[in-house]
Structure formats: C-alpha cells, structure tokens
C-alpha cells in the first residue's frame, strides 16, 4: 500500500529514525526513483526542554521546558491516550481559541487560563547531539496561540546546521569568502541561529517588527551575534535581491497561507508561492548551495511540494539531492503527529 504513495525519501538522516519498512521499501525500489514516504520522528529523546507529551481530541499536551500547556491541535483527529484529569492536572495553562478562531485562514485571538503558577517568558535551549549546534530561544505566551518556536522544525535546524558546516569548511580551504544563508519568513529565528552557529552570514527577514526583536534576543541569548536583521515584505525583499543579482548559497523559506508585509503587502501562499520560489531560484547559487521550503498550509502535499521545487530549481542544471516528507512529533504513546510538509535541494 505504501508503494502507490508517490514521494522521495530524506536523503540525510542521522538523529531521526527511518522505519524498517521505510528501509524495505527504499531497498526494493532501488535509490534513484524512491516513492515512499517518511515522517521524521521526535527530536525528544536528545532535547531534554521539550517533549510532546499526548495528543488527541483536537488538542496536544507539551512541555517547553519546565512549563505544560494544552493547545488546539487540528490534525490530532484520534484520541487521547491519557485522561482528561491526567491532562488538567498536568498542565500550567491551556489555550483557549475565541470564536472564529483560525476560519478563513486566519488566525484570531484566543486566551490561556492558567491551571498553575507560571513565568510570563522563560527560555529554553536547544542542545543537539551535534557537536556545535545548540541555542536559547525566549518563549512566551501569545494571544494567537504560539509560543514563540516550531519544536517539530528541529529536523530542519539539524540539515541547515549540517549543509551550512560543509560549505563553511569548504569555504576555508578555498580562502573563499564565508556562505551567505537567507531566511525568509524567518519568524523568532531559531534557523537564523542554526545557520549562523555553523558559521555562514545570515539574513534574517520578517514582515513583523516584534517578531524580529524576538529573534534578536534569542541570538544574543544564545551568545550569538552579527546577524543581518530585515524587516521587509518576503517577495518584494527577494524580488529586489533578484534583479540586484544578488546570490546565496542557503535560503530557508517557511511561508504561511496566508500574512502581509510591513506595509500591508498581501501574501497568499497560493498565489504568490510561484513566483516566489521563482525569485529564489534566481539568486540561489547554482552549485555548492541548499534550500529548505517547508509549509504547515492545510491541505498542500509533500508531492506538490517536491513538483514546484523540481519545476523551478532542478530543469537544465545539476544538483545532489531533492528531498521530501513530513514533519511530525512523536508523543509518549508513539501516536505521531504530522505538522508540516518540507522539501530540501541540495546542489
Ligand atoms: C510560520 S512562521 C515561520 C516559522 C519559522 N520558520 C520557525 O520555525 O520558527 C511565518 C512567519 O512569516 C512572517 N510573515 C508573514 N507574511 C510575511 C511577509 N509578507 N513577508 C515577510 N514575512 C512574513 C510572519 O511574521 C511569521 O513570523
């Protein structure tokens, strides 16, 4: 059954599991035209500040750090494996979305009610089992239900970090100047911190001048510095860079359905994710270089994912690796939860 799933596998896992049947399938398929599919598991065993802890019912139950928190979860469609005492008696604070909550694609204010005593912000830390990769991050709770870091897109900080360390050393042998990482959509910039720990120059971009403070906190935090920090429209930043004929050998880009720039640019991932991954095209380096695009849009596959960036980046010139899946959290009861889809290009 898993056969008719048309998708390519991960080329580069270290810290995540592949299934037995994942391996199977990838050896009876042969390397070259794999169709299965692969969900990267938890990251919790090795990040000791945070774990998935149950999820079911529409809701997951976290811990960031020291603090539990019950969240609306769409996707956790079965149920849960623990109680709801177990849950209430857990959990600091549990969001509650206010009517209308994420219709039409966007998302409106809720509130937490708080069960328990907690700090308002308090900050975590990524500590990888990869030598060199690790950062603080500052959490908080906001009235759209974030709290400040996507945990399942630790996968993606291990690649970044992993892709980033290569070009870096490759770069000092060469005496060639440092790699140049652009994120867009870059939110409080836990892959900033990623690529900027494995020594590229980063730009960190955001629509939201609240957010990019954030994130600079979490770069100082983290005992980091010297990040390139812009608060513009995602598109109108990459169409520029385009046409300045500007280049980078690492873009990250994790668009939302749907945003808008500083000065009400409308973004609509269905609309403008063409020609924004054809603004990117033009001004990721064509050799020694990645791309990770990840989307959490309802509704959009890892297929359609892996066809946009074929259609866009892979026609007449050569690359290493074109990869794609899901990301999912793995909670206690190993129920797991898919949240995004992500593509990555290596050339
Ligand atoms: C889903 S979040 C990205 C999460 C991030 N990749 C992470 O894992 O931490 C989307 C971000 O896009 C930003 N955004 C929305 N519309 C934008 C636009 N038109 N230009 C630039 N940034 C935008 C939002 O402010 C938000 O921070």
Redesign the pocket.
């Known amino acids: 059954m898993l056969i008719s799933a048309n998708l390519a596998i991960f080329g580069e896992i270290q810290e995540f599991n592949i299934s037995l049947q994942d391996k199977i399938l990838r050896f009876y398929q042969g390397e070259k035209n794999l169709t299965d599919m692969i969900t990267i598991e938890s990251p919790g065993k090795f990040w000791q500040d945070y774990e998935l802890i149950d999820s079911g019912n529409f809701e997951k139950l976290e811990r960031f750090g020291n603090y539990i928190m019950a969240r609306p979860e769409p996707k956790a469609i079965w149920d849960k494996s623990l109680t709801d005492n177990d849950w209430n008696r857990m959990m600091h604070t549990r969001f509650r979305a206010g009517a209308g909550f994420g219709k039409s694609g966007k998302e409106d204010c809720g509130t937490w009610e708080r069960r328990k005593k907690m700090d308002e912000q308090w900050y975590i830390k990524y500590n990888s089992t990869t030598p060199g990769l690790n950062f603080t991050l500052r959490l908080g709770l906001t009235s759209f239900k974030h709290v400040g870091?996507?945990p399942e897109?630790s996968s993606?900080w291990e690649f970044i970090y992993r892709q980033t360390r290569a070009l870096v050393e490759k770069a000092e042998k060469e005496g060639l100047p440092k790699p140049k990482v652009l994120?867009?959509?870059?939110?409080?910039?836990?892959?900033s911190l990623a690529a900027k720990a494995a020594g590229a120059d980063v730009t960190h971009?955001?629509?939201?001048r609240q957010?990019v403070t954030w994130a600079r906190g979490n770069m100082e935090a983290s005992g980091l510095d010297n990040i390139r920090w812009i608060l513009?429209?995602?598109?109108k930043f990459a169409r520029r860079e385009a046409k300045r004929g500007n280049s980078y050998q690492g873009i990250?880009l994790?668009?939302?359905a749907y945003?808008?720039?500083p000065d009400g640019?409308k973004?609509k991932l269905d609309e403008c994710l063409n020609e924004m991954l054809k603004c990117v095209s033009a001004i990721l380096a064509p050799k020694d270089s990645f791309l990770v695009l990840?989307l959490?849009s309802n509704g959009y596959s890892a297929v359609l994912g892996e066809t946009i960036v074929k259609q866009t980046f892979c026609k007449d010139i050569e690359y290493k690796a074109l990869d794609c899946g899901e990301l999912a959290l793995e909670d206690r009861f190993g129920k797991n939860l898919p949240l995004s889809i992500v593509v990555r290009l290596q050339r």
């Open positions: 870091v996507f897109q993606n994120n867009l959509f870059a939110y409080t910039g836990a892959a971009l955001d629509s939201v957010v513009e429209d995602a598109l990250i994790d668009p939302p945003g808008h720039g640019e973004w990840n959490y």
